[in-house]
């Protein structure tokens, strides 16, 4: 007999499948490129451009023509490097990859994931920012749970982080995107996660996430 989480079935029931190799069309190259474009043009500040990664897109969408989820992910690879490849020409120069699906298969991460990503990443010239060394973004507070974490319990999972690297390497942040969250939870869940970094050795490093060095 079948059986399935709920949350395959639900995924399930919209997903959609690829049916041959992926490509980006002539006359689409450049889509996230366009939207980058239009939001900078509203500010001064530099705008930062985030799209998911090769595993994490195909962990959304369905198999039809690929045998393996590797396969599938060196083929969305490739778009993402046309993609970069566009943003780059225009200027963009702060440029994110997500990879969640990381944390829910490290398994296939260690496998071909990381290498995968590293692939994509090297396609960004040397002035597009990034990281010298790797830092970590630790979720202190769920997106999937209107329940609102405390100032302690947060302050808690960040002590328990420091155990295993320094301070300079670590990010707090949501653990993902907000946006279905009842505006209430999400206001009190930000605020929570900013009265507990609240110390003099707390630096800001942009308005949606805080570079921890020590928590007291």
């Known amino acids: 007999m079948f059986t399935c989480t709920l949350t395959e079935a639900i995924l399930s029931s ?7 190799p ?5 006359d689409k190259v450049g889509f996230v490129a366009d939207i980058w474009e239009n939001c900078q043009k509203l500010t001064d500040t530099s705008v930062k451009v985030t799209m998911p990664g090769p595993m994490t897109i ?3 969408t369905g198999r039809r023509y690929f045998e393996t989820e590797k396969e599938s992910c060196l083929n969305l690879a490739e778009c993402l490097k046309t993609e970069i490849s566009e943003l780059v020409k225009r200027g963009c120069k702060f440029i994110q990859i997500d990879e969640p699906v ?3 298969k490290p398994s296939e991460a260690l496998d071909y ?6 692939s994509v990443l090297k396609t960004m010239p040397e002035d597009v920012f990034r990281y010298k060394d790797t830092r970590i973004m630790l979720g202190v507070i769920a997106v999937c749970k209107s329940a609102v974490e405390s100032v302690p319990y947060i302050k808690e999972r960040i002590r328990e982080a420091l155990n295993y690297m320094p301070g300079d390497r670590l990010i707090v942040a949501p653990d993902c995107g907000l946006g279905l969250l009842p505006k209430d939870s999400l206001h009190q869940k930000l605020s929570n996660m900013m009265q507990a970094t ?7 490093l942009n308005t949606r996430s ?5 928590i007291c």
């Open 14 to 20: 919209y997903q959609r499948r690829a049916k041959g």
């Open 113 to 118: 994931g990381i290498e995968i990503l590293s």
């Open 22 to 26: 992926v490509k980006v069309k002539e």
């Open 210 to 214: 805080l570079r921890c060095k020590e």
């Open 102 to 104: 990381f944390a829910r």
């Open 58 to 60: 195909t962990n959304t």
């Open 198 to 204: 609240q110390k003099r050795n707390i630096i800001k």
